[in-house]
T-cell receptor, first 109, second 113 residues
């Protein structure tokens, strides 16, 4: 079983809609969680980090963490075509980051 | 502050040749990670260093791969001899302590013919 699981998608949403990306993790020892965005041919770029249960908002992005259920989600409000990318979920366990395989998001104009 | 710097950005080589990838972490960061990314396997951790010391190299595929970090501002990943299955994008990333978000370099795209 992989440490971090993501639905690989692809996920398509119309411009202006809410995109919901989900991630589960297997080790309850994981304490810190991150969402990275990766455009095709580019490197992963950190967009959100979350360390405690609940919601964390940053602009159009909201990260949600539920440690009891071992899931992390990312909501993108008012989705824009520029949000089209692969989104990687990562969990920090000890000193190692475990990455999911990513969810491909396409925002349709 | 400059980000993580990797070189070369692209490398095309023939099977059996030696390949050396280079990385300069963000100044002040004490952890350095080497990842490999392929379509099939996603991001795989190869090795990571803390304060220039290799901590976990269990992800290094085989003895053909080696990594060094002679000082806090430089690391290399070497493949000798290279094989076509080594073709991938190799990312270097660094972070500072805890909670320590991870910052990636632009990557080195390796093609072994």
């Amino acid at each position: 079983q992989k440490e971090v699981e993501q639905n690989s998608g692809p996920l398509s949403v119309p411009e202006g809609a809410i995109a919901s990306l989900n991630c589960t993790y297997s080790d309850r020892g994981s304490q810190s969680f991150f969402w990275y965005r990766q455009y095709s041919g580019k490197s992963p770029e950190l967009i959100m980090s979350i360390y405690s249960n609940g919601d964390k908002e940053d602009g159009r992005f909201t990260a949600q963490l539920n440690k009891a259920s071992q899931y992390v989600s990312l909501l993108i409000r008012d989705s824009q075509p520029s949000d089209s990318a692969t989104y990687l979920c990562a969990a920090l366990l000890g000193n190692q980051f475990y990455f999911g395989t990513g969810t491909s998001l396409t925002v349709i104009p | 502050d400059a980000g993580v710097i990797q070189s070369p950005r692209h490398e095309v080589t023939e099977m059996g040749q030696e390949v050396t990838l280079r990385c300069k972490p963000i100044s002040g960061h004490d952890y350095l990670f080497w990842y490999r990314q392929t379509m099939m396997r996603g991001l795989e951790l190869l090795i990571y260093f803390n304060n220039n010391v290799p901590i976990d190299d269990s992800g290094m595929p085989e003895d053909r791969f080696s990594a060094k970090m002679p000082n806090a501002s430089f690391s290399t990943l070497k493949i000798q001899p290279s094989e076509p299955r080594d073709s991938a994008v190799y990312f270097c990333a660094s972070r500072k302590g805890l909670p320590g978000e991870l910052f990636f370099g632009e990557g080195s795209r390796l093609t072994v013919l």
